[in-house]
T-cell receptor, first 114, second 116 residues
Framework: RKEVEQDPGPFNVPEGATVAFNCTYS??????FFWYRQDCRKEPKLLMS???SGNEDGRFTAQLNRASQYISLLIRDSKLSDSATYLC???????????????FGQGTELSVKP | DAGVIQSPRHEVTEMGQEVTLRCKPI?????LFWYRQTMMRGLELLIY????????DSGMPEDRFSAKMPNASFSTLKIQPSEPRDSAVYFC??????????????FGPGTRLTVL
């Protein structure tokens, strides 16, 4: 099993729609998870951190399901500016602390249309 | 803070030439990461340093790739000789350790490398 797997994209949605991405991870001991956003031809940037059951920031909600080992990102009332690639990020599958190393998923592309 | 600085932003070279990519991490950060991103393989970690010491270079493709971090404010990634399959965007990122927790990685703008 890959350390992190994401929904294949692209997701094409109209403005105002609600869209959700899922991401599964293999390290059952992971305590920290992240969603990064990457705009076209730009660098990835942190969108949200998830340390417990979930996190909410405005229109964005990240949820964690430890039993099933997946995390999700929900975007409500989507805007044209939400168009980007969303990367699911998890710690590596090792027992010992790898000191900051993170594993990035392949990313899910979102395109919000007018 | 200026953020992570990378140079050059774009590099076009011919197969067989040496390429050197440069990175200046955010001041005070003790982790530095080099990534490569392509459409086919996504974002791949090549190597990372902690306090200027290479910790994990298992992602370095082959001996043609080498990375150094001579001090806390500078790192290089060198490809010699370069090949067309090395064409990609190379990102440098840095982060601050915090008692074993995983902290946000701050990425530079990347170097877009094209090897002809």
């Amino acid at each position: 099993r890959k350390e992190v797997e994401q929904d294949p994209g692209p997701f094409n949605v109209p403005e105002g729609a609600t869209v959700a991405f899922n991401c599964t991870y293999s390290n059952s001991a992971s305590q920290s998870f992240f969603w990064y956003r990457q705009d076209c031809r730009k660098e990835p940037k942190l969108l949200m951190s998830v340390y417990s059951s979930g996190n909410e920031d405005g229109r964005f909600t990240a949820q964690l399901n430890r039993a099933s080992q997946y995390i999700s990102l929900l975007i409500r009332d989507s805007k044209l500016s939400d168009s980007a690639t969303y990367l699911c990020v998890v710690p590596p599958t090792r027992i010992y602390n790898q000191g900051g190393k993170l594993i990035f998923g392949q990313g899910t592309e979102l395109s919000v249309k007018p | 803070d200026a953020g992570v600085i990378q140079s050059p932003r774009h590099e076009v070279t011919e197969m067989g030439q040496e390429v050197t990519l440069r990175c200046k991490p955010i001041s005070g950060h003790d982790y530095l990461f080099w990534y490569r991103q392509t459409m086919m393989r996504g974002l791949e970690l090549l190597i990372y340093f902690n306090n200027n010491v290479p910790i994990d270079d298992s992602g370095m493709p082959e001996d043609r790739f080498s990375a150094k971090m001579p001090n806390a404010s500078f790192s290089t990634l060198k490809i010699q000789p370069s090949e067309p399959r090395d064409s990609a965007v190379y990102f440098c990122a840095s982060s601050l350790s915090s008692g074993g927790a995983y902290n946000e990685q701050f990425f530079g703008p990347g170097t877009r490398l094209t090897v002809l």
